[in-house]
């Protein structure tokens, strides 16, 4: 039997060693990563979010587009993590193969595929955690809309259809069109803005571009709460299902911290300073340390109207 004992105890270490590098690998995987899908033609911001629960490997991703959602599979593999999200989610006929690995301080690179088979290459950082030391003094308050034009906006995409207008004093989404940007990027800011949704309407504040503040009416809603009206759409769900109130005008008070937010419904608190673990999907980028524009969602149905837009940027730091 002693002749078994070295075999036994190197198998025994090198179980060990692999043991304690798929440790090392997910504690260097560990946390929350900004990632920016590059495809031929564009740029797409991505999300996930990377736990180990019973060292198991998972991951929460937020796509190009739609909610926060746990994939079916995780795993390592060699030095890096591969993950995979449905072709359901992705609206194609094959799933989406993610693999990424680490390339230095708290960044990451890998590839995926686009529908078409063609090869993306994804860049990621590690999320910025965006803790304010102390409470934000506030400026002067700036009005993002004059009632009469679309002076300090411009569409997401210069050559897509036209779906945005000026009428009585509103700024009107026709819906299935681009988004409608600020010209201006802020960094914490307070907002007011009032809106008006049709029965069947769906749209979105975006605040840094990046967190989805929902506006719908959807005959249908989406069955989880944090991505219906009030909710910061697939993170936070309101404290209390507000009204939907088809053609009435209703008035959103929204405030910005870091990646913490207050959402005030009608003079109802509905979100009270929590935080957003990570961008939208539709995002405008992935650079969430970085201050941003405030975005009207178009892309889905319409018509949704906006007014009395006006912002209160926190002062600089010091």
Known sequence: ?????????????????????????????????????????????????????????????????????????????????????????????????????????????????????????????????????????????????????????????????KTWVVENGAIVSLGRGPELVTDRKFDDFKLRIEFKTAKGSNSGIYLRGRYEVQVENDPVPEAAADRALGGVYGFLAPSTPPPRAADEWQAYDITLIGRRVTIVLDGVTLIEDQESPGSTGGALDSHEALPGSIYLQGSEEGPVAFRNIVVTPALPAG
């Open 1 to 161: 039997m002693r002749r078994f004992l070295a075999p036994l105890s190197l198998l025994l270490t090198t179980l060990a060693l692999a043991g304690a590098a798929q440790s090392g690998n997910a504690n260097g995987y560990l946390g929350r990563w900004d990632l920016t899908l590059v495809a031929p033609e564009r740029e797409y911001p991505t999300w996930i979010e990377v736990t180990n629960p019973g060292g198991k490997l998972q991951v929460r991703m937020v796509g190009r587009w739609g909610h926060a959602r746990v994939l079916p599979k995780a795993e390592f593999f060699g030095a890096g993590i591969r993950f995979v999200s449905p072709k359901e989610e992705e609206g194609r006929k094959d799933d989406m193969k993610f693999e990424v690995r680490s390339v230095g301080n708290n960044m990451l690179e890998g590839e995926t595929t686009g529908p078409d088979g063609a090869v993306w290459k994804i860049r990621g950082q590690r999320a910025p955690p965006l803790v304010r030391k102390s409470p934000p003094k506030w400026g002067k308050p700036l009005t993002l809309f004059d009632g009469k034009s679309l002076a300090g906006w411009h569409a997401s995409d210069s050559k897509g259809a």
